[in-house]
Each structure stands twice: as structure tokens, then as C-alpha cells.
């Protein structure tokens, strides 16, 4: 089993960074995809960045060129860096790790493991 925590989020103003963190614990391994998707109230959740087992990543159109997403595997550790913060960045972030037949394209986990989620608000 694997235990998803995120943290990081909180409430800034536009062109502010965050960066967002999740602690896998449990069976964990280097092999997982990993990501980070987002959902805004009355929206449906969407893949916001991706990375491989090998380090590759995959970002959402909307947020490529601001946010950055890493791995450290030596401290189970995904993160997500988040610059030049605009309003409809405002969302739900959740993390998600898969084995890789569970991940999409090689980048997009599928599931089964997910975080709680973090609160991210960006107000004008």
C-alpha cells in the first residue's frame, strides 16, 4: 500500500510561487509515474504535469513555462513548483503515483495511489 500526503498550498497573489510538496510512504518505488492534477469546483480534474520513472516529464499546455515538477526518489518525494501564479491556477492539487502499466504514455498515472490534496487559491 501507498500513503500520498501533499503539502504546500495556501493562498497568494497573482505572479506569487508556491511550491507544492508530496511524501509518498508506504511500498514505494522509483519505477512509479508520478503526478500532480488539479480541480477546480464545478470542473473536472486535470493532469497538470507528469514525470517518469526515468525522470522525463509531461506538462499541461496551460502551465508549461511556470511550473516544474521533480523527484526525489532517496526521499520519496514529488514536488511541484509553481511560479507566476494566475487566477485559474486556483484549484485542488492532488498528487498520484502508479506502476508503470498504470501510467499513461509512460508519464500519467492512472491511479490507484492518490494523495488528499492541497488547496491552492490565487486571487487578483
Known amino acids: 500500500q501507498v500513503s500520498l500526503a501533499e503539502s504546500g498550498g495556501g493562498s497568494v497573489q497573482v505572479g506569487s510561487s508556491l511550491r507544492l510538496s508530496c511524501l509518498a510512504s508506504?511500498?514505494?518505488?522509483?519505477?512509479?509515474?508520478m503526478g500532480w492534477f488539479r480541480q477546480a469546483p464545478g470542473k473536472e480534474r486535470e493532469g497538470v504535469a507528469a514525470?517518469?520513472?526515468?525522470?522525463?516529464?509531461r506538462y499541461a499546455a496551460s502551465v508549461k513555462g511556470r511550473f516544474t515538477i521533480s523527484r526525489d526518489n532517496a526521499k520519496n518525494i514529488l514536488y511541484l513548483q509553481m511560479n507566476s501564479l494566475k487566477p485559474e491556477d486556483t484549484a485542488m492539487y492532488y498528487c498520484?503515483?502508479?506502476?508503470?502499466?498504470?501510467?499513461?504514455?509512460?508519464?500519467?498515472?492512472?491511479?490507484?495511489?492518490w494523495g488528499q490534496g492541497t488547496q491552492v487559491t490565487v486571487s487578483s
Open positions: 498520484a503515483a502508479a506502476l508503470p502499466a498504470s501510467c499513461s504514455g509512460g508519464y500519467w498515472p492512472r491511479g490507484p495511489y
Open positions: 508506504g511500498y514505494t518505488s522509483s519505477r512509479f509515474c
Open positions: 514525470i517518469a520513472s526515468d525522470g522525463s516529464t
